[in-house]
């Protein structure tokens, strides 16, 4: 079993900063994918940003220059910086991450339960 929490979310103004984190624990060989998504009221889950073991990026256009993804291997953990929110960014964020368990399984595709983002006007 391999679970994901998240944590960091909050109300914060218009500019301001939060650090999404999200920590994988559980019966885990080895981590691919790690990466975050959102999904706001009323619309459909979109991808924020994603990263690869090896440190590869992809970000929505959206958000690019405004957020930075990262993890850390070691602690099987990824995190995401978001400055400069806008109102638009309010969402509830979920971490999803692709994890082996054994060498003889397949790769899982793990969810969080999500953390809330509000951004206010």
């Known amino acids: 079993q391999v679970q994901l929490v998240e944590s960091g979310g909050g109300l914060v103004q218009a500019g301001g900063s939060l650090r999404l984190s999200c920590a994988a624990s559980?019966?885990?060989?080895?981590?691919?994918?790690m990466g975050w998504y959102r999904q706001a009221p009323g619309k459909q889950r979109e991808l924020v940003a994603r990263i690869r073991s090896a440190g590869n990026t992809n970000y929505a256009d959206s958000v690019k220059g405004r957020f930075t993804i990262s993890r850390d291997n070691a602690k099987n953990t990824v995190y995401l910086q978001m400055n400069s929110l806008k109102p638009e960014d309010t969402a509830l964020y979920y971490c999803?991450?692709?994890?082996?368990?054994?060498?003889?399984?397949?790769?899982?595709?793990?969810w969080g339960q999500g953390t809330q983002v509000t951004v206010s006007s």
């Open positions: 559980g019966s885990i060989f080895s981590i691919n994918d």
């Open positions: 999803k991450a692709q994890v082996l368990t054994s060498l003889r399984s397949g790769w899982l595709e793990v």
